[in-house]
């Protein structure tokens, strides 16, 4: 269990069904913190995450017997991508402090609730009996997503900055772009 890489994968995000904020992270999916504000939610999380830490250490975790990474059943996954995207999620995946395929089920469990809260805010604000309260709820939420998004985007932006000033620099045609070439 990394504690670490579980807190910074951690999203907030509005629950029609609880009537609340949840904090859920996609690595371990057994805590969930609910509250009435983002901030609730989240501070409910971190003490819910630092006792289900507690009980990992004491070996009172369900699958975590014994220090390290359970066995999670899952199947791998095999994929061609451009060597800059692959560097960039490896870049990433540091940064989270996670594996390659718990970035990926990250990624994804953020797109899904994102992609939700968008068509949820759309579908109140666009309905006939949409409420003032109900809009500043839902606009509070889109902000929140648009800010995690541009966080998330100049990470990104960032990350493959880098990758691609490496990998740029260490191309054999640098050294001959970067003279100045004399006519023959």
């Not at 009435?36 to 369900?62: I, M, Q």
């Not at 990926?104 to 469990?109: M, R």
């Amino acid at each position: 269990m990394n504690k670490v890489a579980i807190s910074k994968t951690a999203i907030c995000y509005w629950s029609e069904e609880d009537d609340s904020y949840v904090v859920e992270s996609s690595l371990f999916e057994t805590i969930a913190g609910v509250g009435d504000t983002p901030e609730d939610a989240f501070r409910v999380f971190d003490d819910l995450l630092d006792d289900a830490y507690e009980a990992y250490l004491e070996g009172r975790v369900p699958g975590y017997d014994k220090p390290g990474r359970p066995t999670k059943g899952y199947t791998s996954l095999n994929t061609d991508v451009r060597p800059e995207t692959k560097a960039t999620l490896r870049a990433l995946s540091a940064q989270f402090g996670c594996s390659m395929g718990e970035l990926i089920d990250f990624l994804l469990f953020y797109y899904e609730h994102v992609r939700s809260e968008v068509a949820s805010r759309e579908s109140c604000v666009n309905h006939p009996t949409g409420s003032p309260a109900t809009d500043d709820v839902q606009t509070h939420i889109l902000e929140g997503i648009t800010a995690r998004l541009d966080d998330l985007r100049k990470q990104l932006t960032q990350v493959h900055q880098d990758v691609h000033r490496k990998t740029c620099t260490q191309h054999p045609l640098t050294e001959i772009a970067g003279r100045d070439l004399e006519p023959a």
